[in-house]
């Protein structure tokens, strides 16, 4: 199981669109889960991050601090996990970012550039990355 925990809603059609778009797309590889959770300060944000997220999940930070990586690597080290653990958690925080408590309990913090995005078109990208990564471990065309 793939889950998304994101904070704050979605509120432009265009983004809804293409989130729904690839959310099907993944759907076609794996199981996938949407998560909102309501927009607060950093640590409110964090309490309801915190009740989303098993023991059991790999989780995955969205940190402009993290690591920076290509798609290929992505779809390794999602592969790789996958191998050892069913559950990958990817967390993308609110306006001020991560709680600290999130942030330590990461397994990996994953940067995809030091520029800042916004919140909605950043879960587009994500998901799009999330499905180029099955399609290039499925030796599909459409990464390049």
């Known amino acids: 199981m793939i889950k998304v925990i994101c904070v704050g809603k979605i509120k432009e059609e265009y983004l809804k669109e293409g989130i729904i778009d690839y959310y099907q797309r ?6 996938i889960e949407l998560i909102e959770v309501a927009d607060s300060n950093k640590k409110e944000e964090g309490e ?5 997220i098993a023991k059991k999940d790999y989780v995955i930070t969205l940190d402009i601090e993290g690591r920076e990586i290509n798609s290929l690597e992505l779809a ?6 996958f191998i050892i653990n069913s ?6 925080g609110g306006s001020d ?3 600290d408590s999130i942030k330590k309990m990461a ?7 030091k520029l800042t995005f916004p919140h909605g078109l950043f879960r587009l990208i994500l998901l799009e990355q999330i499905y180029r990564s099955f399609k290039i471990l499925n030796h599909e065309t459409y990464h390049k």
């Open 87 to 92: 559950n990958i958690t990817f967390i993308i």
């Open 48 to 52: 309801r991050i915190l009740k989303k």
């Open 97 to 99: 970012g991560l709680h």
């Open 26 to 31: 993944i759907s076609k590889y794996h199981k």
């Open 107 to 113: 397994h990996f913090r994953l940067s995809f550039s």
């Open 76 to 81: 390794a080290k999602m592969e790789k996990v």
